[in-house]
């Protein structure tokens, strides 16, 4: 099992996710705002997740 972040990245956002045995448990994605700024646009962490760090 492996909880570790992942990181996607398009041409003009992108999102990090964790994945649980092959099933995207939680999501944060983003927007580039400029050369050195985000703007996170969307969180979500799965039910059953909560409590386990998914959304820090």
Do not use: C, P, R, W
């Not at 999102?15 to 099933?23: D, H, L, R, W």
Request: charged letters at 30%.
């Amino acid at each position: 099992m492996s909880d570790e972040v992942q990181l996607k990245i398009n041409d003009k956002n992108g999102a990090f996710y964790i994945e649980v045995n092959g099933k995207q448990e939680s999501l944060m994605t983003f927007v580039f705002a400029g050369e050195d700024k985000i703007i996170i646009d969307h969180t979500e962490v799965n039910s059953g997740n909560e409590g386990k760090g998914f959304g820090k």
